[in-house]
């Protein structure tokens, strides 16, 4: 490799470094932000189980540091989330020179549909399943067992639930990326209709506690978003070959 080539990569992983070192910025700066109301967020956080805890039960913490680290890792992880808009853009702006006009055109209205799908997702997951996943497994408690569930065990389900449901509500972009690269097409994907319903159910499966009704709640948005993904795509512009 010669000298003349090199400079390009080197200023590429310079340019890289740098916008790396500016979403981290960004995250240490959401989470200072966060860190004094790091108690009200998990208060907030836990309000859909503790709304069907019986009067006698509590979260608890059954380590030392439990009460000090779990609100601090929420902290963290929301900060992430926050700063995600901020972490897209900084790869925006990374790759976008190397795409063509076409492509630049469809590329970004895709990672800003994408963030606002994942937030919806997560926004699905606390306000329509939290409540029937906890108030189901609350009624569902034998006789005699009191529930206290620990603080550190309860945000980390619920941190795979609004994962799980923010990754199964970016279809419609799966879906409509599949389409835009010749992968597969609408015609297509909608004989696989069959297939993709049954994969939402496997996803639903695997991607959520052991409940028939997060599977379920899963499932059954992975399949209207995919057909919202099969409708958005019949407007899609063809994709030009270099």
Known sequence: MTESSQQPLISHLVELRDRLLRGLLAIAIIAACLLPFANDLYTFLAEPL???LPESSTMIATEVASPFLIPFKLTLSLAVLLAVPILLYQLWAFIAPGLYSNERKLVFPLLFASTILFFLGMVFAYFVVFPLV????????PEGVAIMTDISSYLDFVLKLFFAFGIAFEVPIVTLLLIWTGVSTVESLAEKRPYIIVGAFVMGMLLTPPDIISQTLLA???WILFELGLFCARFLPQKKEA
């Not at 906890?134 to 408690?141: P, S």
Request: charged share 5%; proline share 7%; no cysteine.
């Open 50 to 52: 503790l709304r069907h």
């Open 134 to 141: 906890f108030g189901f497994f609350t009624q569902a408690a």
């Open 220 to 222: 059954l948005p992975v």
